[in-house]
């Protein structure tokens, strides 16, 4: 059936102010929770020695702060560059950003709603971009899914010979049209994109976009062998109600993370 829900609602959420990167933020607060960020998703499984997150500058939107090339788990505040909307970096000192950092320059340049961009290649969602099967809500914490989770496929742009990385802007963009309004997007045989507009949801969205890969392979693994067909997803409004709610609560489980770090 064709989806009736707009995507982007899930981008006008509405957050409580202390989760939001507004302009009252400092420019060190924010460099310190992308740090943060980065460690809690290497600590809870979502990064692995891969992997990163970003944020837009919040008094230049066209520039963005990201770790250099590094190890999530060990990235601090003195390790976050800023880099523009065409993934050139500003303020190197000799330090490389990622070769993927195409994925959040095109993803910030394209989608203005969005302040936060994590890309991983966390496991549990790597069957979804390879076998067709739709990655959907199956439960409460991940209505964020949405209705329409896309999958990229690289060689509809770069054949069957490409190493699979987003390693340019022109990848980057087209990319960034496959996700759309939407907020997570497959790679195929790769990972995953994941767009909030605030570091704190990011997170709580790549937490739960693997959590909900993996409760769904168990789901239907349980349901087609009961000869039960698909099991029970979120409909949208349920989805959409969740996501909303949820999106208020994200200092809680964020403080959780937060407190569970190894003192690097
Ligand atoms: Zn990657």
Redesign the pocket.
């Known amino acids: 059936m064709e989806s009736t829900l707009d995507p982007s609602f899930f981008n006008q959420i509405n957050l409580p102010a202390e989760a939001t990167n507004d302009m009252s933020t400092s420019i060190s607060q924010l460099k310190e929770d992308l740090a943060i960020a980065n460690q809690i998703l290497a600590n809870e499984g979502v990064f692995d020695g ?1 992997g990163h997150i970003s944020v837009r500058h919040p008094d230049n939107p066209e520039r963005f702060f990201i770790a250099r090339s590094m190890a999530p788990a060990s990235v601090t505040a003195q390790d976050i560059v800023e880099c523009d909307l065409n993934g050139d970096v500003h303020d190197a000192q000799g330090r490389k950003s990622y070769l ?1 950092r195409f994925i959040h320059s095109a993803i910030f340049k394209k989608r203005p709603d969005v302040n936060s961009v994590v ?1 991983s ?1 966390s496991p549990a969602i790597i069957p979804f971009g390879v076998t067709g099967a739709r990655l959907r809500p199956i439960c409460h914490m991940s209505g964020f899914l949405g209705s329409n989770v896309p999958t990229f496929e690289i060689r509809n742009t770069l054949g069957e010979s490409s190493d699979m ?2 390693r340019n802007q022109s990848i980057g963009e087209s990319l960034a049209d496959t996700l759309g309004q939407n907020t997570v997007a497959l790679l195929r045989g ?2 995953n994109v994941v767009v909030a507009n605030s570091i704190q949801l990011a997170v709580f969205r790549a937490y739960y976009t693997e959590g909900n890969a993996k409760l769904q392979a168990e789901a239907m693994r349980m349901s087609f062998s009961m000869g039960a067909g698909e099991p029970i997803y979120l409909s949208e409004d349920e989805a959409r109600n969740s996501a909303e709610t949820n999106a208020g609560q994200v200092e809680r489980p964020w403080n959780v993370w937060k407190s569970k770090l190894p003192k690097l």
């Open positions: 891969f993927e890309h290649h990385l987003i790769h990972g």
